[in-house]
C-alpha cells in the first residue's frame, strides 16, 4: 500500500481541474484523482481520501448536479474524518459561514493565488 496522501479533486471546469491537478503533480506525496461532479466524488469515497478538495458550483455540465455544500454535507455524513477544502469563486461572507459551520477544513477563494493556496491549505489540513 502506498504512503502517499489521497487527494481527490472536484470541480466541474475540466480546464481548472486539470491545471489544478497539474499544480499538484509535482509533490510526489500525492495521489491525486480528479473528478468532474460532486456524484462522481461520492461515488469514490471507497479511495480513502484524506483530503478532497471541493468547488462549489459544480453545474455547468449538469444543472441538476448537487453543489459543493450539498456534497460537503454528504461527504461528512459517510465519513467525518476526511478533510474538506472548498474552492469557490464566490467571496460571500455567508457562504463561508455555511461551509464552516459543516466543518469544512478550508476556504480558497478562486483568484490569481488559488494554486498556491490550494497547496498551503492542502499541506494545512495535512
Known amino acids: 500500500m502506498s504512503d502517499k496522501s489521497t487527494i481527490l479533486l472536484v470541480d466541474d471546469d475540466f480546464i481548472f481541474l486539470e ?8 509533490e510526489d506525496k500525492y495521489n491525486i484523482v480528479g473528478f468532474q461532479s460532486g456524484e462522481e466524488c461520492l461515488n469514490h469515497l471507497h479511495l480513502k481520501p484524506e483530503i478532497i478538495v471541493l ?3 459544480l453545474n455547468s ?10 456534497v460537503l454535507k454528504e461527504i461528512k455524513k459517510r465519513d467525518s474524518k476526511v478533510k ?6 464566490q467571496e460571500d461572507g455567508n457562504l463561508v459561514y455555511d461551509f464552516v459551520r459543516e466543518n469544512a477544513a478550508n476556504y480558497v477563494v478562486k483568484d490569481d493565488n488559488a494554486f498556491d493556496n490550494i497547496k498551503k491549505a492542502i499541506e ?3
Do not use: Q, R, T, W
Not at 19 to 26: A, G, N, R
Not at 62 to 70: E, Q
Open 61 to 70: 455540465e449538469n444543472p441538476n448536479a448537487k453543489n459543493g455544500l450539498d
Open 55 to 57: 468547488d462549489y458550483f
Open 84 to 89: 474538506v477544502i472548498i474552492l469557490s469563486g
Open 124 to 126: 494545512n489540513a495535512l
Open 19 to 26: 491545471m489544478l491537478k497539474e499544480s499538484l503533480v509535482d
